[in-house]
């Protein structure tokens, strides 16, 4: 063989080698920076939770009365509906919300992101040294600072961001969740309103998923030069 024909063959496959990894590494590259374009699979998991009520329940004598969701105890007198001096408490519970697996699995490797909790309530004089909170957990004091809230005599709604504004945390809100009946957050509000409506909404971010597209980039690369390494193969052995 003529020193000519050796070299042509050396000039040809070098250019060949590394045609074959340009292109897979061009074509891979391409791929993987659309997928890095493509928004990423890290939507929130929110659950809601929610009470109700009659905004005038029934007045009795008595240890307690149901109000719809709400248990209404005594605290000095037995006189219960009339909205003062008494003890309301109820259960957020999440079991039936279709987001909760999403949620749980959120919470395994995330802190909440968000927490608000909604009231409707109704205060009665006395309402100055009210308070609502986790039961047995956190307490919120003064509640005629909150931004809206109705006056005595009348009926409103007010919203709470609990974690940026009133000082709960997502370790307390996650432990009352996880500890308990399963899935139920125990509240409670003291001592002067009717509450006829409560809703509490627990947001918790999960972790990103890798899109497919960015998986598809780096597959590809790998198979272009699997492709041109076996094509390359076969014209050697032609030659």
Not at 168 to 195: K, Q
């Amino acid at each position: 063989m003529s020193v000519q024909k050796i070299y042509s063959i050396l000039r040809r496959t070098v250019t060949l080698s590394v045609l074959s990894r340009t292109i897979a590494m061009a074509t891979g590259a391409a791929l993987i920076s659309v997928g890095c374009l493509m928004p990423e699979d890290s939507s929130a998991a929110v659950i809601t939770a929610t009470a109700q009520g009659d905004e005038n329940p029934a007045i009795i004598n008595g240890e307690s009365l149901q109000n719809g969701d709400f248990l209404i105890t005594f605290n000095y007198f037995k006189t219960l509906g009339d909205g003062q001096d008494e003890f309301t408490n109820w259960n957020f519970d999440f079991n039936s919300d279709p987001n909760l697996q999403a949620f749980i699995n959120a919470i395994a490797q995330e802190p909440l992101t968000s927490a608000n909790l909604t009231l409707t309530l109704s205060p009665q004089p006395g309402f100055s040294t009210d308070g609502t909170g986790l039961t047995g957990v956190k307490y919120l004091s003064n509640l005629t600072n909150v931004p809206g809230i109705p006056g005595v005599g009348e009926t409103g709604t007010v919203v709470l961001d609990l974690l940026n504004d009133y000082g709960f945390t997502s370790t307390e809100i996650i432990g009352a969740f996880n500890s308990g009946d399963a899935n139920v957050i125990p509240w409670n509000y003291a001592e002067d309103a009717i509450i006829s409506f409560a809703q509490l909404e627990l947001e918790a971010e999960a972790q990103s998923v890798p899109e497919p597209l960015t998986m598809l980039g780096s597959a590809t690369a790998l198979g272009f030069g699997a492709l041109f390494k076996r094509q390359h193969s076969r014209k050697q052995k032609k030659s």
